[in-house]
């Protein structure tokens, strides 16, 4: 079965680090392109990021640039999310999802990000 | 970067009836090698977003073929032939013609 689940959610004061996992399984990990989307309930959808199969390449919304990294560690079949210098409009849920080379076609549980002092 | 602004933003609907979301964007979403490059999301409550259509008209796996996705350029309906009760939900148009990706507003679809 395609899964992903991701974890590493919490609360965290503003200015404040996280880093978010998304364990792959299920499909050939290093074949293709991976997502973070973010969702602020009773809002939209907003894309966050991308990385390339082999992870060179990077891609930020202009909101996160500068403050988030996205890696992938394709030995282990997992991508992850540092976040660091939180603030309070970066709470949402966090979904990691996997390309299908045009679209985003399997969507993990998703992890709760709140950053409250 | 390339807005998407679907309508209506909500869509009462009654089961067994059509329906029918529409979604446009600022820049053409078509690609040189003759793809758009236009999806649709299903959000049903309390789940993720889940792929319904890519490339403004290829149903993903498993989507019911009551579904079907339409158009080129700028201009893309998303139709639901006849609806049942399991399709409500918040649905988007996303493009990933070029980064950054985004989405429509959404639109959220409830049984009448």
């Known amino acids: 079965e395609v899964q992903l689940v991701e974890s590493g959610g919490g609360v965290v004061q503003p200015g404040g680090s996280l880093r978010l ?19 602020v309930p009773g809002k939209g ?12 390449i990077a891609t930020y919304a202009d909101s996160v640039k500068g403050r988030f990294t996205v890696s992938r560690d394709n030995a282990k079949n997992m991508l ?37 002092s | 970067d390339i807005v998407m602004t679907q309508s209506p933003l909500f869509l009462p609907v009654t089961p ?12 053409s979403l078509l690609q040189s090698n003759g793809y758009n490059y236009l999806a649709w999301y299903l959000q049903k ?11 403004d008209s290829n149903r993903a796996s498993g989507v019911p073929d ?11 309906t998303l139709k ?8 409500v939900g918040v649905y988007y ?20």
């Open chain 2, 80 to 87: 639901i032939s006849r609806v049942e009760a399991e399709d």
């Open chain 1, 21 to 39: 996992s998304c364990a792959a399984s299920g499909f050939t990990f290093t074949s293709y392109f991976m997502h973070w989307v973010r969702h």
């Open chain 2, 93 to 112: 148009c996303m493009h990933t013609r070029q980064t950054p990706y985004t989405f429509g507003q959404g639109t959220k679809v409830e049984i009448k």
């Open chain 2, 45 to 55: 409550p309390g789940q993720s977003p889940q792929l319904l259509i890519y490339l």
């Open chain 1, 80 to 116: 992850y999310l540092q976040m660091d210098s939180l603030r309070a409009e970066d709470t949402a849920i966090y979904y990691c999802a996997k390309s299908n080379n045009y679209a985003l076609d399997i969507w993990g549980q998703g992890s709760m990000v709140t950053v409250s």
């Open chain 1, 45 to 56: 959808l907003v894309w966050v990021s991308h990385i390339s199969t082999d992870g060179r």
């Open chain 2, 16 to 27: 067994g009836e059509p329906a029918s979301i529409s979604c446009r964007s600022s820049q």
């Open chain 2, 66 to 76: 009551r579904f079907s996705g339409s158009g080129s350029g700028t201009d893309f």
